[in-house]
């Protein structure tokens, strides 16, 4: 038990780790401000540092010291004074020194499910310990033990460390093998993650760089935890730019775009504002990606003959969370995200588009340009169709239209100047599209779009012509004519 306080800990850290403690002078401060805390203090402090560069001996000593202290939550010196009364309250352990070690292991975990129940003081702890877990899948007992089989089924040829055991575990959390119980502690994982990017270790350190150059954290005023939606919205806005992204850290952007998209309870607005609906129109469908195509599927109003009535749909609130969603994970950038799109379409775009590469909204273009096909499963046309509606309502979330047309936009209708602004009122619909669209039969010679936008907005206007919900400008203003003269047409 006193291992972490103990002098002859120091002793051994400063000799293993002098190198590091010389260029950290900060880590020796924090022990001379609170000698009752010592080895643990410094250990937490140098844990936090470490870098792929740091000296091989330390870095293996300091991974050592991980395993044995969080074996048992009482030897994180710290944690304890921090969290005693929240472990207490919660029934989240027992603090006397008596206890079974082995027992202790589901207590941080049990904290970390009363996140927003703690003190801020304990909040910050278990933030703090939750980052150095995702470092090492053995620093997470409980989900190192639920995914212990998976790991050796789907990860056996990945080394630990890193955080690459989580990423690899992530990204076959969709497979029909991987273990229920491992599932849900995944699952679990990324609800900690949403809010502090930084407890994802693989995603933090491949866009260091990118967050740190494109200042995603400039807004934090002095918050510790930046919750992965800010990060992910920066940098695709970055990205809608033109801005250079390295694959590596894309390819981690996308791993928890679809994650978010898969599991809607990861986002608590969309929980607060659409239980209601939930309950109404999808109560009888599968959890995940289903459950939100099914709320997509009841947000738009069929029209009934003979009167100017519409058919119940989901709440605007609701209908917002869900464009916010889709806004975050950035749904037209990649179909990929979306694993109900992906699975009903994948015949098609093995037929119709095996010559389109993933990413920049290429995919779903192509897709696009054959929703008339015969060749297209029925199935994929309808969860488009769903897709189409949300991003025909929302300027920046057709990639390709955003990319030629961002700065037309911006000059002739008025359009927002950053891509990662949450002004959307889905009550009063958008209006870009429509304009752009006068503007590319404009006579005036002093006024005209750049020849890329003309030609994205003709081919996505040809596309949408099938269906007058997918032409906002048109369907809003006209909704009751067309529910009185034209409900058996689409």
Partial sequence: MTVTKSDYFVNITKNICRTMLDANQNCLQSIAKNESNLGADQLSCLIDLVQPETDENCKLYLQQMELIIFSDYRLINKFMMACESNIKQLKCGRIDFDFNVHSQNNTIQCLQNHLDQLASVCHDEIIKISELQSNDIHLDKPLFLACRADREKFCANIKSGNGRIYRCLTSNIDHPDMDDDCKKK?????????????????????????????????????????????????????????????????????????????????????????????????????????????????????????????????????????????????????????????????????????????????????????????????????????????????????TEIYEACQSDALKYCHAKSSWNSNDFDPERGPTVIGCLYRYVYQLDFKIQLQPKCIFHIKRVMKNRAASVDLLPFIEIPCIQDLAKFCSSEQ
């Fill in 186 to 398: 995944m699952i679990e994982r990324e609800m900690l993650i949403s809010k502090d990017y930084k407890i994802s270790r693989s995603l933090e350190q491949s866009c260091k760089h990118h967050i740190k150059s494109f200042e995603c954290r400039k807004n934090a005023k002095g918050r510790k935890q930046i919750r992965l939606s800010q990060i992910l919205l920066c940098l695709e806005g970055a990205h809608a730019k033109g801005l250079l992204i390295v694959p590596e850290c894309k390819a981690e952007m996308l791993l928890h775009r679809r994650f978010l998209f898969e599991n809607y309870k990861l986002t608590p607005d969309l929980v607060s504002y659409c239980h209601r609906d939930i309950e109404r129109f999808c109560s009888n469908v599968e959890f995940g990606a289903k459950t939100l195509h099914c709320l997509m599927k009841n947000v738009r109003p069929n029209r009934r003959r003979g009167d100017a009535h519409l058919k119940q749909r989901i709440s605007n609130e609701c209908e917002r969370q869900i464009e916010d969603l889709l806004k975050e994970v950035n749904i037209a950038e990649d179909w990929r995200v979306d694993p109900i799109l992906q699975q009903a379409c994948q015949s098609t775009v093995n037929e119709l588009c095996s010559n389109i590469r993933p990413g920049d909204g290429r995919i779903l273009s192509c897709l696009a340009d054959h929703i008339e096909s015969a060749r297209m499963a029925d199935d994929c046309r309808e969860y488009l169709h769903q897709m189409q509606y949300f991003i025909s309502r929302n300027f920046e979330l057709d």
